[in-house]
């Protein structure tokens, strides 16, 4: 079992950056590929980034790509998204999921991962 904890959300102005946290538990974290999803109010989650078990391996939804980066630390349990040039489209809840399923089909739809994070709020203002 894997319980996931995000935080870092928070009011940001178009063009702002944050950085968003992922805390796993258990000793098993490098057996997961690690990934962000968002939903936005009256919308589908939607597939943000996703990273391989080492860190090696990254992939990302057009809509971020050059202005997020994922990242993780495998010795704290941890997996970071950061955001730069953040839009007002961007204001969603942002979640944090891992799965031993690989990293660069997490964007696949349908896909049932197996673990998720409460979640954390991103709201872009204008």
């Known amino acids: 079992q894997v319980q996931l904890v995000e935080s870092g959300g928070g009011v940001v102005q178009a063009g702002g950056s944050l950085r968003l946290s992922c805390v796993a538990s258990g000793r098993t974290f490098s057996r997961y590929a690690m990934g962000w999803f968002r939903q936005a109010p009256g919308k589908e989650r939607e597939f943000v980034a996703a990273i391989s078990r080492s860190g090696g391996g990254t992939y990302y939804a057009d809509s971020v790509k050059g202005r997020f980066t994922i990242s993780r630390d495998n010795a704290k349990n941890t997996v970071h998204l950061q955001m730069n040039s953040l839009k007002p489209e961007d204001t969603a809840v942002y979640y944090c999921?891992?799965?031993?399923?690989?990293?660069?089909?997490?964007?696949?739809?349908?896909?049932?991962?197996?673990?998720w994070g409460q979640g954390t709020q991103v709201t872009v203002s204008s």
């Open positions: 999921a891992a799965d031993t399923l690989t990293y660069d089909t997490w964007w696949r739809p349908g896909n049932e991962l197996s673990y």
